[in-house]
């Protein structure tokens, strides 16, 4: 059963070139996709329509039975406190405490009032500890974030999505910024929320050897259009030359993003 | 590659010579315009010194008049603290809606700068001589003055703050389904703190300082005694204040290192 539809979703930024253009695909419950491409192909558009952190112009978008492009605020809210996200920089509130911003991902589902004041139940808290503990960060509990590297922060990040129950996780280049080591640990984690917890997981990723390596199924996004769609041994030489640009003069400004 | 290197180069130097140019271009048309010359302000500066050294050297009468002149100095001092905590506030909440990172519409993002901008630009002198019409010599007259451009300068700086430090954890706490409210005390305001305190602290100092000006606008405060022995020719009273503004001030910025130092 399909968790999520796009039906010939398009994104205009400013009236400029198309970001997204026409893009049709679904996804089933309890797959895990990556979407890779060029910088600039607008992976990250597409994950930041599903939950609504960019409006998509036109076309829709159908996440467990809801149309999102439709949903007001408070239904809005609704939606993404089922829909876990984990960014390239972490996005953690650095000066607070692991403990804490693990906690965070609880907030969509709490009272305003408990929310200002950081007042959570002892459950919450027990099932805090118990998720930084699977994630190996049961020592870090305390420190704050801005004491971790970046491989702990990111399993930070994970563990707030994972706090949120939700059911589908949008990562934005989760280890864009991690070197191999630490890349493969947060790799591994992913693979096992999705594996154990049944959590449909959408990774945007840089390196098709990654992307080749963990999921069930690759996306490929060229210019706001999808190029490929099919299991990652489908992937040929040719069909990954159609996503990067085969004069690979895309492939150069693509490193050039990562590094900047 | 080699040569376009050397161009860059060049063309540096060529700017730098053509910023420095204009600088004199500048000096000498403004000097020329208003009549200021370097060198004869240079030559009365000794002079000048001597005559403070003279006659503003605070001697025993001027310290009878201690207990008063501390008295004042602690209301101001008392005043600015005030005004500068209620304008943060003010100012704090302002500037959520000025920011870019909480998501506001880019309208109303551009109306709280230009209201910041408008508050801030106008010098709080000017805000006390337009005040003093409608609150007279009156202490509220230069605690709004202060208030406003504390107010618009806050804001100003609280929005570069937020968009600065805040807008990663706002991004997360949004995306997870966090309400606004909860999104300020739980992602703003915990990673602006140093920011925001940073701010508040140099604002009491310069509003220390200008309060003094304004008081004597406003017949209020340290300022209106310092006017008031200064009117009647009594300087070494009036160097008193002086020189005690100086240690109040000196002390409040030491005070906020070190509260600068305990919480960042
Ligand atoms: N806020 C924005 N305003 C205007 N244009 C934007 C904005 N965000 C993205 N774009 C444009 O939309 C297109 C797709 O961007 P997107 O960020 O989705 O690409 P991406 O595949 O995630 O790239 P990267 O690998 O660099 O993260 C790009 O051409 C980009 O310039
Ligand atoms: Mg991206």
């Not at chain 1, 060029?38 to 076309?59: E, F, H, M, Q, Y």
């Amino acid at each position: 059963m399909p968790i999520l539809e796009f039906q010939n979703v398009s994104k205009v930024y400013n009236n400029t070139a198309k970001a997204l253009d026409n893009v049709s695909f679904s996804i089933d419950e309890g797959e895990f996709v990556s979407i890779i491409g060029p910088s600039g192909a607008g992976k990250s558009t597409v994950l930041r329509c599903i939950n609504r952190l960019i409006d998509a112009t036109s076309g829709s978008i159908v996440y467990d039975g809801q149309n999102v492009m439709k949903l007001k605020k408070r239904e809005l809210r609704q939606v993404r406190t089922k829909t876990g996200m984990i960014f390239q920089h972490y996005n953690l509130v650095d000066r607070l405490s692991v403990i804490e911003n693990v906690l965070h991902g609880r907030l969509g589902q709490k009272s305003t009032v408990c929310g200002v004041l950081g007042a959570y139940s002892e459950q919450e808290k027990e099932r805090a500890f118990a998720i930084l503990d699977e994630l190996g960060l049961a020592d870090q509990a305390y420190k704050r974030c801005d004491e971790l590297s970046g491989g702990q922060k990111q399993r930070v990040g994970i563990a707030r999505s994972i706090m949120q129950d939700p059911k589908l996780i949008l990562c934005d280049e989760p280890i864009a910024s991690l070197d191999p080591r630490a890349s493969k640990v947060i790799m591994d984690h992913l693979q096992k929320i999705n594996c154990e917890r049944k959590i449909t997981c959408i990774v945007n990723l840089h390196q098709v050897d990654v992307a080749l390596k963990y999921s069930e199924r690759i996306i490929g996004v060229s210019a706001g259009k999808i190029v490929f769609d099919g299991r990652p041994d489908e992937l040929t030489d040719d069909k990954i030359h159609a996503i990067y640009g085969s004069d690979g003069s895309d492939l150069i400004t693509d490193i050039q993003g990562e590094k900047s | 590659m080699n040569e376009s290197v050397k161009k860059v180069f060049f063309r540096r130097k060529i700017t730098y010579l053509v910023i420095f140019a204009a600088l004199i271009a500048v000096y000498i048309i403004s000097a020329s315009a208003t009549e200021f010359h370097l060198s004869e302000g240079l030559a009365s500066f000794p002079k000048a010194m001597a005559w403070i050294g003279h006659n503003l050297m605070p001697d025993e009468k001027a310290m009878k008049r201690f207990p008063k002149i501390l008295d004042k100095l602690i209301e101001t001092a008392l005043l600015s603290v005030a005004v500068t905590v209620i304008a943060a506030i003010f100012a704090f909440f302002f500037s959520l809606f000025g920011s870019k990172a909480t998501g506001f519409n880019g309208i109303v993002n551009r109306i709280v700068r230009i209201v910041a901008a408008f508050f801030r630009n106008v010098p709080d002198v000017v805000w006390a001589m337009l005040l003093m019409f409608s609150f007279g010599q009156n202490i509220l007259t230069g605690f709004f003055a202060l208030f406003f451009t504390t107010f618009g300068l806050l804001t100003r700086a609280f929005i570069e703050t937020i968009d600065e430090v805040s807008a990663a954890g706002i991004e997360a706490l949004n995306a997870s389904g966090a309400n606004f409210i909860q999104t300020v005390f739980q992602a703003i305001i915990p990673s602006a703190m140093p920011g925001i305190v940073t701010w508040i602290l140099y604002m009491i100092e310069t509003n220390i300082r200008n309060s003094t000006l304004i008081g004597i606008l406003t017949a209020t405060g340290i300022g209106y005694l310092f006017d008031l022995y200064y009117k009647r020719l009594d300087f070494s009273s009036a160097s008193l204040v002086v020189v005690s503004i100086i240690v109040l001030v000196i002390a409040i910025e030491l005070v906020s290192n070190l509260i600068r130092r305990v919480i960042l």
